[in-house]
């Protein structure tokens, strides 16, 4: 008879695939699940260590952007196993209101994580916190929110530079503030500093990219902002995800202003198939 791996073990396994998970590296991620499914059917009886383990997953799939149902965490919020896996599920959920685009109740949510980040040991883990919680105010334009969260997740995640990609993408909220406020030239500023780091991160490199189209669309400069939605487009794999369907509804868009509406419509009708596919998670 074959002995149960230690629980100590697998949840020693599970804080390193969380570790990938904060860092965005996909690949490595998805290595440690698959790791981890089978550790998990072999593992001691420890219902901490599987709590944990069922609300990774969940991060997990919200990372890869395919969103599961709730059902295997519902319950911690009223747990008392464990005041850090109440904190996890307050703010896992708030990041699934956010993907749901419901921004006001990804913030109360939050914010009642936000009560329990003692209980987060981890400075990269809280750093992660803080990003999320400054996109959240971004989103509703609370933007003096927004810059001191992000400022305070940046000065974390500087001091790895396993994290530089969260920096970078930290910049980039930072940038998207000043084009949304008006100021184009510094927000062009920024994004071409971040360009100049962005090559080795492909999904930084194309979503600076979508930020310089943007930036030229609220200028009204649709021929320069074209060019720069289709070198996102061509860049990693964003066509794929859900900004690159939103890059090309703003693709789709400037060719309706500049009068090609033959480029158009196949945009168009890639987006709303896409959407309809998609219709459940409302993305």
């Known amino acids: 008879m074959n002995s149960k791996i230690p629980a100590v073990i697998v949840g020693s396994k599970c804080v390193d695939w969380y570790s990938c998970i904060i860092q965005s590296d996909f690949k490595k991620a ?3 699940k698959h790791e981890l499914e089978g550790m998990i059917q072999d593992m001691e009886q420890d219902d901490k260590v599987i709590s944990y383990y069922n609300l990774l997953l969940f991060r997990y799939n919200l990372l890869m952007q395919n969103p599961q149902s709730d059902e295997h965490i519902r319950g911690l919020e ?5 005041p850090y896996l109440k904190y996890m599920y307050y703010f896992l959920i708030g990041q699934r ?4 685009y419901r921004y006001t109740s ?8 936000e009560n329990l980040l003692d209980q987060v040991s981890d400075q990269y883990e809280r750093a992660e916190f803080y990003l999320r919680l400054a996109d959240g105010y971004y989103r509703i334009n ?3 929110f927004a810059v001191s969260y992000m400022e305070q997740a940046i000065q974390l995640f500087k001091q790895n530079d396993s994290y530089r990609n969260k920096v970078l993408n930290g910049y980039l909220l930072l940038a998207a503030i000043e084009s949304e406020l008006g100021n184009y030239e ?3 500023a920024r994004y071409n500093e971040i360009l100049v780091e962005a ?3 492909p999904k930084v490199h194309s979503l600076t990219l979508r930020s310089l189209g943007l930036n030229r669309v609220r200028q009204n400069k649709q021929s320069e902002a074209k060019v720069f939605f289709e070198r996102a487009l ?3 794999d964003h066509e794929k995800t859900v900004a690159g369907y939103k890059s090309k509804a703003d693709l789709a868009f400037i060719h309706l202003r500049l009068g090609n509406s033959t480029a158009a419509m196949p945009l168009l009708m890639e987006v709303e198939e896409w959407l309809h596919s998609k219709w459940k998670y409302r993305i």
């Open 234 to 236: 061509k860049t990693g």
């Open 106 to 113: 990804a913030i109360k949510f939050y914010g009642l994580a």
């Open 199 to 201: 090559s080795a991160f």
């Open 142 to 144: 609370q933007f003096t």
């Open 186 to 188: 510094n927000a062009e």
């Open 30 to 32: 998805t290595e440690l």
């Open 78 to 82: 009223h747990s008392k196993i464990d």
């Open 97 to 100: 209101k956010f993907y749901e």
